[in-house]
């Protein structure tokens, strides 16, 4: 089983930034891929961004690109999402999730999910 936490939510004004972490347990992610998700009241949760274990494929919302980057650390187990030019409508709970059953294609493709942390941007 693998347990992911994230950490680094909180509440910043517009065109600030937060450093999203996802810190898995009990599994490494060695072959795994990694995404961030978002959900804000009364929407569907959305793909944020995505990683392979290796790093080499990448995916980004088009509504982040240029502000936010995926990164990740296999030897601490740690996704990060940092997010930059924050913007009101980035206001949600960001999730990260794993895959351990091949290269995800959608949300429910993920098997692991963490409990989610806040971010919410002020104007």
């Known amino acids: 089983q693998v347990q992911l936490v994230e950490s680094g939510g909180g509440l910043v004004q517009a065109g600030g930034s937060l450093r999203l972490s996802c810190a898995a347990s009990g599994r490494t992610f060695s072959g795994y891929y990694v995404g961030w998700f978002c959900q804000a009241p009364g929407k569907e949760r959305e793909t944020v961004a995505a990683?392979?274990?290796?790093?080499?494929?990448?995916y980004y919302a088009d509504s982040v690109k240029g502000r936010f980057t995926i990164s990740s650390d296999n030897a601490k187990n740690t996704v990060w999402l940092q997010m930059n030019s924050l913007k009101p409508e980035d206001t949600a709970v960001y999730y990260c999730?794993?895959?351990?059953?091949?290269?995800?294609?959608?949300?429910?493709?993920?098997?692991?999910w963490g409990q989610g942390t806040q971010v919410t941007v002020s104007s």
């Open positions: 999730a794993a895959s351990t059953r091949g290269i995800p294609r959608a949300a429910d493709d993920y098997n692991y």
């Open positions: 990683i392979s274990q290796s790093g080499a494929a990448i």
